[in-house]
């Protein structure tokens, strides 16, 4: 199992930023996917979650109305858009399949002015 994520980076606060998340070395379609963040001196949160096929999705309540989770399980990629980010956003993300205890390098995140 390998997850590379991107599209990390520096936005202001009430920005967009759209990450991605490849997934290699598994039936990418059987299995639910989820993002986590961890905050510096923070423990990893989930952060969403989304299906197989992508039917049902759910949300941290810091996050709902705020961040949308998907995946194309053609692309065997999965990505969270994330919309009015605020500075508590802030922190790696990653991606991960709920099934299995691989994680990727994940992807900084920093909202800031």
């Known amino acids: 199992v390998q997850l590379v994520e991107s599209g990390g980076g520096l936005v202001q606060p009430g920005g967009s930023l759209r990450l991605s998340c490849a997934a290699f070395g598994f039936t990418f379609s059987y299995y639910e996917m989820r993002w986590y963040r961890q905050a510096p001196g923070k423990e990893r949160e989930l952060v969403a979650g989304?299906?197989?096929?992508?039917?049902?999705?759910y949300y941290a309540d810091s996050v709902k109305g705020r961040f949308t989770i998907s995946r194309d399980n053609v692309k065997k990629m999965v990505y969270l858009q994330m919309n009015s980010l605020k500075p508590e956003d802030t922190a790696v993300y990653y991606c991960?399949?709920?099934?299995?205890?691989?994680w990727g390098q994940g992807t900084q995140v920093t909202v800031s002015s």
């Open positions: 991960k399949a709920r099934a299995f205890d691989s």
């Open positions: 989304i299906s197989n096929t992508g039917g049902f999705t």
